[in-house]
């Protein structure tokens, strides 16, 4: 018998964000929380702190995956997610709405989707930004004189493009297929982008606050 996911779909909205490294999903969330009211999730903040907390028996393993440009096994990532809804949905127990989450940079790859949508909640939407290489590399080298991350270096960014390619781009096909992906051209400036985006979250009945 298929699991039972632990958030049902009536209490919580969960809409993906996709897009290649730098395409600028964390750019556009910070958008979509302050005007839409998401709950923000970044799959690799949530790795990212995990790797260094004390204690944690995967430090060792997602600093080699995030260096490699590679996918964390899927059960690390799926329970950092479904616990920090949970954290969430109970700081706000008292309000009546649906909880809107908005998971960015997560599925990466199809077995993450299906991990997450059995066990965890189903998605309604997936916000795909769509961006070629070499600007997102102009973005990462840039975002990489400051950012301190380990994989914003060339070497780095070019495995996590071939990753994306390989491993991601067949999670935007399947949910594609299902008519979920709202699909936005993330080249122009940061607000033409944001502009593109709430009209076609409009577009789908997704409103503002
Ligand atoms: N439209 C844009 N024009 C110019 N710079 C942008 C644009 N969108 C984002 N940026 C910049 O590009 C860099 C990458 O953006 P961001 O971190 O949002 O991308 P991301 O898709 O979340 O990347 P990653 O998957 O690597 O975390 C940041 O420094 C951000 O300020
Ligand atoms: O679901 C996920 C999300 C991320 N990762 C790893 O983290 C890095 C960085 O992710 P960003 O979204 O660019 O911050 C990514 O390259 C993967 O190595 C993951 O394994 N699974």
Redesign the pocket.
């Known amino acids: 018998m298929a699991p039972t996911p632990r958030f049902s779909s009536d209490k919580v909205t969960v809409v993906f964000v996709l ?12 958008n979509l929380v302050r005007d839409y009211g998401f709950n923000h999730l ?1 799959a ?1 903040d949530l790795l990212r702190a995990e790797q260094v907390r004390e204690g944690s028996e995967y430090g060792e393993l997602i600093r080699h995956h995030i260096r490699e440009g590679t996918i964390v096994p899927m059960e690390v990532t799926v329970a950092l997610l479904s616990n920090a809804m949970a954290a969430i949905l109970e700081e706000n127990s008292s309000k009546t709405t649906p909880a809107r989450f908005l998971i ?2 997560f599925p990466r790859q199809i077995d993450q989707a299906h991990f997450f949508e059995e066990t965890v909640c189903v998605s309604k939407l997936v916000l795909f ?1 769509v961006c070629p290489e070499e ?2 590399l102009g ?2 080298l ?2 990489g004189e400051t ?1 301190g ?1 380990d ?2 270096n060339i070497e780095s960014i070019r495995k ?1 493009f071939r990753t994306f390619e390989q491993t991601s781009m067949p999670v935007v096909r399947e949910f594609e297929e299902k008519g979920k992906v709202i699909s936005v051209q ?8 944001y502009e593109r985006i709430q009209s076609e979250l409009k577009a789908k009945g997704v409103d503002a606050l």
Request: charged share 35%; glycine share 22%; proline share 3%.
């Open positions: 897009g290649g490294p730098g395409a600028g999903k964390g750019t556009q969330s910070e970044s690799g960015d940079g930004l600007v997102m973005r990462l840039k975002r950012s991350r994989d914003d996590r993330a080249t122009g400036s940061k607000e033409e982008v």
